[in-house]
């Protein structure tokens, strides 16, 4: 079990090939093959890998066993801007926790992301491969109005977080490994939990909640198990809309949670075992980068990299998800 402000990095991932030697001394070749292959294979689940195998099979493969690149999003890197100025905040004194003072930290953010990921640069680049300044500036104009309504739905010189970008990480009586990071965790002088998250977009009507609903009570569940308490209240602030929403679990709901990742998980190791990773196609295929390798659009996947294990009745196992 792990809680504290770690960073996971990710791992590359090579496509298994095929390889000659003896039984008794397996090659260097044959060694490396095998162990991306056991690189490449599941071994626990987030709340956004969760989310995609939920919106479509094939993208949870082309994102966790093939590990395909993927362009970066002017939302998401705005997003991931807005976050950390809002965790960078509460360095400061609770006086100083000010509008100006936050907006003042969004250029200053997005130069210390840049340095670490100078493909991002790409996001504002002309036709002739020069910036746009003017198409940066807007952007960061938007960051900034995104991170000034935070103070009209929350007052960080009021608040004091117990953890910010918390990760998280426990391992379930099944086997199963949940993890993921926390926007912020609250505490009561009373040892009551909140765990809050911020939405940079809008928040969604009533009938397509569900899915940020269960993503705030897979975070729940972990600190459950990690701590033995359930915490009191799941906080969205919807930066995008102006709205917060709040749900209180119980040990109910978490356990209904759980129940449906093992089912999910289930499903899954069904779909890693045989290879049949289903396209699911929505309105959201519109957005996403591998319509070139997805049947739906006349693509075809690359080979896959795992070993297809056979059911006992001698065909491949029959990929799919049960309702969760």
Not at 195 to 219: R, W
Request: aromatic letters at 8%; charged letters at 25%; one cysteine or more.
């Amino acid at each position: 079990m792990v809680c504290g402000p770690l960073s996971v990095a990710g791992r590359r991932v090579f496509a298994m090939g095929t390889v000659t030697g003896t039984a008794e001394e397996p090659s260097a070749a044959g060694s490396a093959a095998a162990r991306a292959a056991d690189a490449a294979r599941p071994t626990s689940l987030s709340p956004s890998r969760a989310a995609d195998f939920i919106r479509c099979p094939l993208l949870y493969r082309f994102r966790v066993i093939d590990r395909l690149p993927e362009k970066p999003s002017a939302a998401a890197t705005r997003g991931t801007v807005v976050h950390a100025v809002l965790e960078r905040l509460f360095d400061s004194p609770a006086a100083e926790r000010t509008a100006p003072r936050a907006r003042a930290l969004v250029p200053g953010e997005w130069q210390r992301l840049l340095a670490g990921r100078p493909e991002l640069a790409e996001l504002f680049a002309r036709e002739d491969g020069g910036q746009d300044p003017e198409r940066l500036a807007e952007w960061l104009g938007d960051a900034e109005r995104l991170v000034e309504r935070w103070f009209s739905l929350e007052d960080p010189t009021r608040l004091e977080p117990a953890e910010r970008e918390l990760y998280v990480e426990t391992v379930l009586e099944s086997g199963l490994t949940l993890r993921g990071f926390i926007d912020r965790v609250d505490v009561a002088p009373t040892g009551e939990v909140r765990i809050v998250d911020y939405k940079t977009g809008k928040a969604p009507a009533p009938q397509y909640a569900g899915e940020a609903l269960f993503q705030m009570k897979f975070y729940a569940l972990v600190l459950w198990r990690l701590r033995g308490t359930v915490p009191r209240r799941l906080q969205l602030v919807y930066l995008g809309s102006g709205d917060v929403v709040t749900y209180d679990p119980d040990e109910n709901d978490l356990r209904g949670v759980e129940r449906k990742l093992l089912a999910l998980w289930e499903a899954i190791r069904l779909a890693t075992e045989s290879g049949d990773w289903r396209p699911r196609p929505t309105r959201l295929c519109d957005w996403c980068d591998h319509q070139a390798r997805c049947p739906e659009f006349g693509g075809t996947p690359p080979p896959y990299p795992l070993e297809i294990i056979p059911t006992p009745s001698g065909g491949a196992g029959q990929g799919r998800m049960g309702q969760v």
